[in-house]
Each structure stands twice: as structure tokens, then as C-alpha cells.
């Protein structure tokens, strides 16, 4: 399977962009997704998770109550919505998924990995 991650672009801190993971040569439906990111110097870090059915949800504390997570399998896309976004948001942004279906954290349990999307927040 293949991720296409889009969305990405300039917004002002305060303001909301929303991310798209779409799957190709493959259904998304019993995969775990996830983002990440890594900002220039910095570790790639996790942002948030949802398992197969959408049902469990898991964010990175620098997130929580900011940005969503949500999947469309219908569409095979998964969703970041960002809002409230700050300067320290900006980064590449990676969608990923695992075989497992699972909520996961540790980017050494996703199989898959899409480009990344660049996200500039201005101040």
C-alpha cells in the first residue's frame, strides 16, 4: 500500500489546517494510522494515532485538545485536523500505518510510511 500525504502549507499561529493520508494500491480499512513529524534538527516525534475502526484515539501531550485524528475508510483517507496552531508546530509532517490495527506511539511498529507534508506556522 501507498501514502499520499497533502494538506501541508503556511498558516499564522492561532490558525487551522487540516492533513489528508490517502491509501492507493491497498485498502486502509484494518490498518492502525498514525502521524509524526520532525521539525529541522529535531527527532521525528509522535503526533497522533487512531486504530482500524476509528473507535481508539491516542496524541502526543504538545497536541492534545488542538488537533483530531479521524479516518474515512469509505474514502480510504485518514485526517489531521490542526487547529490553534503555534510556531513550535511547524515540521514535515508523515502519515503512517500498521499492519496491526492497533493505536501505536513508536514509529518502529508502522509498516508503512508516506511523504511528508511540510506545515510552516508563523507567528
Known amino acids: 500500500v501507498q501514502l499520499q500525504a497533502s494538506g501541508g502549507g503556511l498558516a499564522q499561529a492561532g490558525g487551522s489546517l487540516r492533513l489528508s493520508c490517502a491509501g492507493s494500491?491497498?485498502?486502509?480499512?484494518?490498518?492502525?494510522m498514525g502521524w509524526f513529524r520532525q521539525a529541522p534538527g529535531k527527532e521525528r516525534e509522535f503526533v497522533a494515532a487512531?486504530?482500524?475502526?476509528?473507535?481508539?484515539?491516542e496524541y502526543a501531550d504538545s497536541v492534545k485538545g488542538r488537533f483530531t485524528i479521524s479516518r474515512d475508510n469509505a474514502k480510504n483517507t485518514v485526517y489531521l485536523q490542526m487547529n490553534s496552531l503555534k510556531p513550535e508546530d511547524t515540521a514535515v509532517y508523515y502519515c503512517?500505518?500498521?499492519?496491526?490495527?492497533?493505536?501505536?506511539?513508536?514509529?518502529?511498529?508502522?509498516?508503512?510510511w508516506g511523504q511528508g507534508t511540510l506545515v510552516t506556522v508563523s507567528s
Open positions: 487512531v486504530s482500524w475502526s476509528g473507535r481508539d484515539t
Open positions: 494500491g491497498g485498502t486502509l480499512s484494518s490498518y492502525g
Open positions: 503512517a500505518g500498521n499492519i496491526w490495527g492497533s493505536v501505536a506511539s513508536d514509529h518502529n511498529r508502522f509498516d508503512y
